[in-house]
């Protein structure tokens, strides 16, 4: 627990939250790519494993460490939300819903991670108080 | 809508195919302008949250530094104090060693 809270400190949870979808879109992709299939074989003439491809490149993308994120959850976002819209094509299917509205709570959880900035770090501990003497010694004179 | 898109889409150069080839494409349009959208809202969002970022690290400063100064300054009074104390006592000191005389002008 208190590993984790480190963790978390020193990383921040923003790149935490992007980690973790970079997990969750690497596996998804490479089982796109491997053969899973989730409602349809095909869309727009593109199979299945060409958005496999393009989930473990947003992966990739969200993993690498650039100095603002932005640009990061736009990617994991637009990845999230055009693949929930794409299921939610196929919502008239058996259980086709079940995968689209949990692709939407992955999306709406990015944009709630998106909006939520990362506590502050604390400043480096400061110098002991000085003295008076210290505080009033003219530089030269004898201590 | 769901029988093409599952399928593969629409075959260009069928019967039929330009109909559904705008469907297709107005459905593209429909996944894909939200999407865009959406994502430049998260990018927003997160210029946002990097200048809320910024101005709550500066307030820790700001009250750090406040903490501080507030505990350099409290610590010189109270030794001014002391050193004013014994300042008065070896006053009163003297005065009692001196001549009363002597502290007239």
Redesign the interface.
Known sequence: MLRRARFLRRVGH?RAVLAGFSAVAITYGAGLVAGYRP???????LPVTGFGWAFIAAGLFTLARFR????Q??????AA??WA??LA??W??PYGWTAGVSWFGI?AG??LA??????????PH?PP????EE?TRIPGDPP | MTGWLASGGPVPGTPGGGLRLNTALITALLIGIPSVLVAVGSYWLSLRARREQGEAQQQLVDAQAFSRAREVYESAIAELRQQLAELRQENRDLRARTPRSRHRP
């Open positions: 923003r409602t349809f074989s095909a869309a727009y003439h603002h994120d932005g640009l959850y736009a990617a994991a976002e637009l939300f055009a819209l794409l094509t196929h008239r299917q999306a990015l944009l998106s909006a939520w900035p990362d506590a502050p770090r604390p400043p400061p108080v000085p003295t008076v505080l």
